[in-house]
């Protein structure tokens, strides 16, 4: 870039360019030294059944803690292992470590993992499952893996060919974040989906707006029309349960049942009484 830019202008930004492109490398190094240091951590949250609120499944979230920034949250690094070619190793530890914990669980606990879009296409994510699977004895069918619409908008057909190849090995694929991205319906028909996750922001105004309602209630309608699932994402309160359940939505996380916890923190009782929808 600084080829094309002047040679005035590059002078005039050089210092200010120079600190930001300087952290960035710092932040990079610390980051690719992070999985052989060990740094990663996996926390689990439970996703629950809204029928007695008991867990039914528990996604795992990465964190990245730093020794001197303290604990990161994914959305500040995930990108950046990304670009930096990180994703495939740093997405394989946590397949690993995350179906060697759900292993021990009981068996009607499924265990959902978030891919990010370049894991799916471009690597061989396929055979990283099935020798996750294999290695630690996770029944296929108890594996749930998360995507984005992210990644059905890569213009690469790949994408629908790794999806068949995943749900051939018997695990299920679940839409993340629905609502938020820029993909049209028809993918709900090409793409094999068990499973859509309702966006907590639409959640989040369920009882203070009609339109967020609406939105919720229809999903859940078509999910069912298509033979999927709904989970809601970001559920805090008591009054966004009794409008879930009376959209229909069989399945919710978030703060008001359990916020992510290490692994030996986890509980698979209910974790708060269950409140009748009229409470
Ligand atoms: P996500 O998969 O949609 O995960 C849900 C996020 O919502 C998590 O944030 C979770 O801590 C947060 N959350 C759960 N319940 C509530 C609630 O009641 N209220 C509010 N305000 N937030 C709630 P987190 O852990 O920071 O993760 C953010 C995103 O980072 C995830 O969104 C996912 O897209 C990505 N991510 C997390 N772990 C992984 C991973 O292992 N691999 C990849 N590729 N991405 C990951
Ligand atoms: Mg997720
Ligand atoms: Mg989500
Ligand atoms: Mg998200």
Known sequence: RAKTDGRGCYRFFAPAMDTDVRLQRA?????????????FELHYQPIVDLSTCRPCAVEALVRWRHPEHGLIPPDKFIPVAEEIGLIG?????????????????????????NLSAKQVVGGDLVEVVRRALADTGLP?????LEITESVLLQKDHDSLAVLHGLTA???HVVLDDFGT???SLSYLQLFPFSKIKIDRTFV??????????????????????????????GVETWDQVALLRAAGCREAQGWLFGRPVPAAALSFEPTAACAPAAA
Not at 140 to 144: P, S
Not at 219 to 224: E, G, K, P, Y
């Open 169 to 171: 090995l018997g695990v």
């Open 181 to 183: 991205g820029y993909s």
């Open 27 to 39: 932040f990079e190094l610390q980051l690719r030294e992070a999985l052989p240091r060990r740094e």
């Open 89 to 113: 190793p740093l997405g394989e530890w946590i397949l690993a470590t995350a179906c060697r914990t759900a292993a021990e669980w009981p068996s009607d606990i499924r265990l959902a993992v």
């Open 204 to 233: 989040a105004e369920l009882t203070t707006r009609a339109d967020c309602a609406a939105i919720v209630s229809s999903v859940t309608t078509l999910a069912r029309a298509l033979a999927m699932s709904t989970t809601a994402e």
């Open 140 to 144: 296929a069918g108890r594996l749930e």
